[in-house]
């Protein structure tokens, strides 16, 4: 896996999904000072992948945009990832996408939309995020590199498969599949959920079969902590961490283990390699049982849609060598 910059843009956030775990009241965005900071420390260690996280990152548009206007002509940056709920893109950031070549974006739904509207409920006086995305169908279904990430919370495992084939149906072929870590899943969520991997495995296979245009990013990412990022963390108070686990309101009080600096006193590669060794199995010691076993098992689902995948990919990419 490349090295990656993780900037935590913002915290704050004009939705409160029902599943999201980052706290957000009371936290500073980074400045468009620090995140240059950010990309310094992340560039004299030799770049790799940057990706702008929140919270929601378009709420700080000015930041996001200075740090693309780098990150696009950075020979040491490889690609940027951008992860949007959807609400803050309009046509000119879509023409953005289109024109820089490395920037990846990600657009998190549910599916269905009542089920979008069920788990994502908007801030007082924020349209309808389902509504503004579908008003933008036809130039994101245009852009290019647009991946659709589709949280899977335990309520809606039952439908995962109906929320994939609606999301198909809108026209994206390009996704990841996020299943709700640290949350309580009850076993017969955890059979539903199963079962819904199985099937859209089927669709890719079938797809993958007859050349279909379908992608499927979690074939080509790992972490060592299930659902959090490790690599250069970079929190929205310019706190530099080996892995987001602190996003979560829950863990906050583990921030202060897994510091490894500040963008005032950046950490050297030692540092942080030595913080995230330090970050392995903290989870384990502050999680409850019975979210950490629901969290290791959706886990090991996901691993066994990947598994099954695999094979079907690998034909499928030596059929177009
Ligand atoms: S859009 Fe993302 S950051 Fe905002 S509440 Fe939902 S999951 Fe959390």
Known sequence: MRPQ???????????????????????????????????????????????????????????????????????????????????????TWLERVRVDRKLILTLSMDGRPADHRRFRKALEGVPDAYDHIVSLLPELLRTPRVVVTMAIPPASARHALENFNHLRALGFHRFNLLPGYYLPWRDEQLADLDGAFADIATVFEEAWKTNGSLYLRNLFTWAPTPFFNAGLIVDADGSIHPSNVGLSGKLDHLREETRAGTLDSPPSAEDLAAAAERTNGLLDRELAPHVLASTHAVDAALTRLVERLMPAYLRKRRRHA
């Open 5 to 91: 910059l993780i900037l935590t843009v913002t915290r704050a956030c004009d939705l409160r999904c029902s599943y999201c775990p980052t706290a957000k009241d009371g936290w500073p965005s980074l400045s468009i000072d620090q995140a240059h900071r950010a990309l310094d420390v992340f560039i004299a260690q030799d770049g790799g992948d940057v990706k702008l996280f929140g919270g929601e990152p378009l709420l700080v548009p000015d930041v996001v945009r200075s740090v693309l206007d780098r990150t696009s002509s950075e020979p040491s940056i490889e690609r940027t990832y951008l992860s949007t709920n959807g609400l803050g893109l309009d046509t």
